[in-house]
C-alpha cells in the first residue's frame, strides 16, 4: 500500500513489529431509504490502528486509551512497539477493548514461524490473524498462496482462529486474464477471510459492492475508508456507495467488524473520531 505519510505500512511492520516473523444519511450520491434491507447482524466497530501509526509510535498507550475514549470497541494491530504480547493484553484489557485483528506478516505464518505467531494472537485474544500484502507475478504463484492460506486455516479451526487476507490497489490487476484477488480467493476455503479494503479495492479499478457479492459469507472483517474525496474525507464525503457495502455486510457478509482505517490525515486522531461520529449518526455503532 503506497502512502504519503511518514511511514508507509511494510516499513511500520517492520519497525514496530515483536519480530513475529442520500443527504439524511449524509452519504454524497448514494440513495437512502429503500435501498437498505433489515441487518440480519450489527458488525462492531474497530480501528486499524495504522491509521494512527505515528502516534502510537510516540505514546503507544496514551494513543491507544485515546481510541477507546473515542469509542471504538476493538483495535487490529499493525505491529506492537517492543511490547510483549501480555503486555499488549494488558493495555487492550486496561481500556475495555479487544484485538479485532492482527496484520501478521507473510514471513510470520511460515511453518517455522507459525507457532510463535499463533501464541501471541492466543495470548492478546486475536482470533482474525490476516496476512497485509502479498504478491505474485503468475497464476501459479497466486494458486500456491491459496493452498499455503488453505493449510494454514486448516491448522487454526482447532484452535477456534482464522486466517484471512487484506486488499491492496494491486491485487485487482488481472494475471493471466484474472484478478489476482479472485485467483487467491476462488481457490481457498469459505474459512478463508476476504478482508476488502474499500479504498484499495476502488483504487485498484473496481466497485467494493461488486467484489463483495463475489464472496458471500467470507467477509468477516472489513476495512472502512474512504475513496475520492481528498485526504480529509470521512464517510459521506467520498465516493463509494457506502448504502451497498453496509447493506450486503449486514445481510451476507457474516461480518463481525467494521474496522476504520484512515491513512491520509495530517490530524489522525480527529479524523478517526469523525469517522466513529459518522458512523454512529449511521446507527452503526
Keep these: 500500500m503506497k502512502t504519503n505519510n511518514q511511514l ?15 443527504a439524511a444519511l449524509g452519504l454524497a450520491g448514494c440513495d437512502t431509504g429503500k435501498s437498505f434491507h433489515p441487518a440480519k447482524r450489527k458488525p462492531r466497530i474497530g480501528l486499524e490502528l495504522y491509521s494512527v501509526r505515528n502516534e502510537c ?22 505491529g506492537y512497539w517492543g511490547l510483549s504480547a501480555k503486555e499488549v493484553r494488558t493495555m487492550i484489557d486496561d481500556n475495555g477493548l479487544v484485538t479485532c485483528g492482527t496484520h501478521t506478516q507473510f514471513a510470520d ?12 494472537n492466543q495470548i492478546i ?14 497464476r501459479a504463484e497466486w494458486l500456491a498462496h491459496a493452498k499455503m492460506f488453505n493449510d494454514l486455516a486448516d491448522k487454526l479451526a482447532p484452535l477456534g ?38 479504498s484499495n479495492c476502488r483504487d485498484g479499478g473496481q466497485d467494493p459492492v461488486e467484489v463483495l457479492h ?16 481528498g485526504p480529509e474525507a470521512v464517510i459521506g464525503e467520498d465516493k463509494i456507495n457506502w448504502p451497498g457495502v453496509f447493506e450486503f455486510c449486514e445481510t451476507q457478509g457474516n461480518t463481525d467488524w467494521y474496522v476504520v482505517e484512515h491513512e491520509t490525515s495530517s490530524k489522525p486522531l480527529e479524523t478517526v473520531a469523525k469517522m466513529y461520529a459518522k458512523l454512529k449518526e449511521l446507527g452503526k455503532v
Design 8 to 22: 508507509p505500512r511494510r516499513q511500520f511492520l517492520q519497525l514496530s513489529a515483536l519480530g513475529l516473523a442520500g
Design 57 to 78: 509510535k510516540n505514546d503507544f498507550h496514551g494513543t491507544v486509551e485515546q481510541v477507546a475514549k473515542i469509542g471504538y470497541k476493538g483495535v487490529e494491530f499493525a
Design 109 to 120: 505464518l511460515q511453518p517455522d514461524k507459525i507457532d510463535v505467531t499463533i501464541e501471541f
Design 125 to 138: 485474544g486475536n482470533k482474525f490473524i490476516i496476512c497485509p500484502y502479498m504478491t505474485g507475478k503468475t
Design 161 to 198: 482462529l482464522f486466517t484471512g487476507y487484506h486488499a491492496h490497489k494491486h491485487d485487482f490487476e488481472a494475471i493471466e486474464g484474472e484478478p489476482a484477488w479472485d485467483i487467491f480467493f476462488g481457490n481457498t476455503k469459505k474459512e478463508v477471510i476476504c478482508q476488502l479494503d474499500t
Design 214 to 229: 463475489r464472496y458471500p459469507g467470507r467477509i468477516r472483517s472489513i476495512h472502512i475508508k474512504p475513496n475520492g474525496g
